[in-house]
């Protein structure tokens, strides 16, 4: 199990260490996640400035279990600790997995389904595209499943409930995990057992905490901590797939449900995520209730008009390995006792076969970059980027776009370019290659056009080198 679990630790790290050497942020994700824990660490309030001066994480997704991250963060200062962070979250999972397999089904079994876990697509996607909030839950949905598969009901139910505090949406699978407890309990109550009794009452009382904590955070705290004063991702079920800017109606949210759940399947990268979810336990977790603790998830997922959830790519199914190994486990337990010769013989062959797909798919998910001697080496313009960073001293106020915005959170206060909001920064940073669809120009007359009435100089531009890519810095003038 240790092996297993140490070995892929040891893969994850090498894939998130990469894409960090390189200079490859896909997204602004690790910087805003590492302003919220900044914020945890040295003030006890999870500004993101990036979003917006001053923004309050709680106002935009409700994750205040980022703060055990802070600890750490005071520590050991720096984006590679949430990197690091998401890797040991995700691998202290295995033992779940390999612990309850191993009790339920065997110690063969237990490895191979360890393994096929701890290289699933949805760890490789979630940890190429860097930090996110999505890792707290991992364990947490990993150890809630085993203590539920182990009759500790309880712990079942403090370890769902505790999903509360990792994202808002997170509380459907709670509601889910406290159903399953109740129909479970229900279903023994003829038998006037004590533990069934145990089952109903927890599970009441995990699907009320549930219902009532997303309610109460979606519409009490998430408003107060908001500058709208309301969630900002209604607008991803309001039909045009984006955040909103302003209150908007939840009951124009809620009325465009009908047509969004008839493209449910629709298009087919919805049901290719599917085919390689059930594919992660060649079909097992299907007949297990414990899948249907994924089904909340993917229903927002694919009733989104926004394409980035549909697909296999990114955090978004990094949740879901969990649910789908441990359904998997209680299957197989399940069906071992099948009259059928044939049923007996494929729970047999699931955790070879599944591990064996698992293989399989790391020749095309993000752990093939592991074996890629490219995958560690510096970016060409490493040299540059050095030269550009070092002409901002630590603390001062930067805005500036994907190019180098997680090299700059550690050691100063970071913008998004153009969205201050009448704070002009002390510096303007643009990367040409990373976010300009066209020539970005003079950055001083840049930054001067976004912040009327200032005056900047432009001490960067390799453009004068003739260098039409290179970074361009402009100072502000006081």
Same mark, same amino acid.
Request: charged share 10%; glycine share 10%.
């Given at each position: 199990?240790?092996?297993?679990?140490?070995?892929?630790?040891?893969?994850?790290?090498?894939?998130?260490?990469?894409?960090?050497?390189?200079?490859?942020?896909?997204?602004?994700?690790?910087?805003?996640?590492?302003?919220?824990?900044?914020?945890?660490?040295?003030?006890?309030?999870?500004?993101?400035?990036?979003?917006?001066?001053?923004?309050?994480?709680?106002?935009?997704?409700?994750?205040?279990?980022?703060?055990?991250?802070?600890?750490?963060?005071?520590?050991?200062?720096?984006?590679?600790?949430?990197?690091?962070?998401?890797?040991?979250?995700?691998?202290?999972?295995?033992?779940?997995?390999?612990?309850?397999?191993?009790?339920?089904?065997?110690?063969?079994?237990?490895?191979?389904?360890?393994?096929?876990?701890?290289?699933?697509?949805?760890?490789?996607?979630?940890?190429?595209?860097?930090?996110?909030?999505?890792?707290?839950?991992?364990?947490?949905?990993?150890?809630?499943?085993?203590?539920?598969?182990?009759?500790?009901?309880?712990?079942?139910?403090?370890?769902?409930?505790?999903?509360?505090?990792?994202?808002?949406?997170?509380?459907?699978?709670?509601?889910?995990?406290?159903?399953?407890?109740?129909?479970?309990?229900?279903?023994?109550?003829?038998?006037?057992?004590?533990?069934?009794?145990?089952?109903?009452?927890?599970?009441?009382?995990?699907?009320?905490?549930?219902?009532?904590?997303?309610?109460?955070?979606?519409?009490?705290?998430?408003?107060?901590?908001?500058?709208?004063?309301?969630?900002?991702?209604?607008?991803?079920?309001?039909?045009?797939?984006?955040?909103?800017?302003?209150?908007?109606?939840?009951?124009?949210?809620?009325?465009?449900?009908?047509?969004?759940?008839?493209?449910?399947?629709?298009?087919?990268?919805?049901?290719?995520?599917?085919?390689? =979810? *059930?594919?992660?336990?060649?079909?097992?977790? #299907?007949? +297990?209730?414990? &899948?249907? %603790?994924?089904?909340?998830? $993917?229903?927002?997922?694919?009733?989104?008009?926004?394409?980035?959830?549909?697909?296999?790519?990114?955090?978004?199914?990094?949740?879901?390995?969990?649910?789908?190994?441990?359904?998997?486990?209680?299957?197989?337990?399940?069906?071992?006792?099948?009259?059928?010769?044939?049923?007996?013989?494929?729970?047999?062959?699931?955790?070879?076969?599944?591990?064996?797909?698992?293989?399989?798919?790391?020749?095309?998910?993000?752990?093939?970059?592991?074996?890629?001697?490219?995958?560690?080496?510096?970016?060409?313009?490493?040299?540059?980027?050095?030269?550009?960073?070092?002409?901002?001293?630590?603390?001062?106020?930067?805005?500036?776009?994907?190019?180098?915005?997680?090299? =700059? *959170?550690?050691?100063?206060?970071?913008?998004? #370019?153009? +969205?201050?909001? &009448?704070? %002009?920064?002390?510096?303007? $940073?643009?990367?040409?290659?990373?976010?300009?669809?066209?020539?970005?120009?003079?950055?001083?007359?840049?930054?001067?056009?976004?912040?009327?009435?200032?005056?900047?100089?432009?001490?960067?531009?390799?453009?004068?080198?003739?260098?039409?890519?290179?970074?361009?810095?402009?100072?502000?003038?006081?």
């Amino acid at each position: 199990m240790w092996v297993v679990t140490i070995g892929c630790f040891g893969a994850y790290l090498a894939l998130s260490l990469g894409r960090w050497r390189r200079q490859a942020a896909p997204s602004w994700d690790l910087a805003i996640f590492e302003q919220a824990v900044k914020g945890w660490a040295y003030t006890g309030v999870p500004i993101i400035d990036i979003k917006g001066p001053g923004v309050n994480q709680l106002g935009d997704h409700f994750s205040p279990l980022l703060a055990v991250l802070a600890p750490f963060y005071r520590l050991f200062p720096g984006p590679v600790t949430l990197l690091v962070a998401q890797c040991v979250l995700i691998a202290i999972s295995i033992p779940a997995v390999m612990m309850i397999a191993r009790r339920l089904l065997g110690a063969a079994p237990a490895l191979f389904l360890g393994i096929a876990y701890g290289i699933s697509w949805g760890f490789q996607s979630g940890i190429d595209v860097q930090f996110h909030e999505y890792a707290l839950a991992v364990p947490l949905l990993a150890f809630s499943m085993w203590a539920y598969l182990s009759h500790r009901w309880v712990l079942t139910a403090i370890l769902a409930v505790l999903l509360l505090g990792v994202k808002e949406d997170l509380g459907l699978s709670v509601i889910a995990l406290g159903v399953l407890m109740l129909a479970r309990g229900i279903r023994h109550w003829s038998h006037q057992s004590e533990d069934a009794g145990r089952q109903v009452v927890t599970g009441i009382a995990t699907i009320v905490v549930g219902i009532v904590g997303t309610m109460v955070i979606l519409f009490v705290v998430i408003p107060a901590f908001n500058g709208h004063g309301v969630w900002d991702y209604w607008g991803r079920l309001a039909g045009d797939g984006h955040d909103i800017s302003a209150p908007t109606s939840v009951g124009t949210a809620v009325g465009n449900l009908p047509g969004l759940l008839l493209g449910l399947f629709t298009p087919a990268a919805k049901v290719n995520t599917l085919v390689l =979810l *059930v594919a992660l336990s060649i079909g097992s977790c #299907v007949f +297990s209730p414990l &899948g249907l %603790v994924a089904v909340p998830t $993917l229903l927002w997922r694919f009733v989104s008009p926004d394409n980035v959830y549909w697909g296999t790519s990114w955090h978004y199914s990094m949740i879901l390995m969990p649910i789908i190994f441990m359904a998997a486990i209680d299957a197989l337990r399940k069906l071992r006792g099948s009259p059928s010769r044939h049923m007996r013989r494929y729970t047999r062959l699931v955790p070879v076969l599944a591990c064996a797909f698992g293989l399989v798919t790391c020749l095309t998910f993000p752990l093939k970059n592991i074996v890629d001697p490219a995958s560690y080496e510096p970016p060409p313009r490493a040299g540059e980027a050095s030269d550009v960073l070092a002409l901002m001293p630590s603390s001062t106020s930067v805005a500036t776009d994907m190019g180098l915005i997680t090299q =700059l *959170v550690t050691d100063h206060t970071v913008y998004w #370019v153009g +969205s201050l909001n &009448g704070v %002009v920064p002390d510096y303007l $940073l643009v990367d040409p290659l990373a976010s300009w669809s066209s020539d970005p120009g003079d950055p001083a007359v840049l930054a001067e056009a976004y912040y009327p009435g200032t005056i900047f100089t432009t001490i960067y531009d390799q453009t004068t080198s003739g260098d039409p890519n290179g970074y361009r810095l402009a100072k502000h003038d006081t």
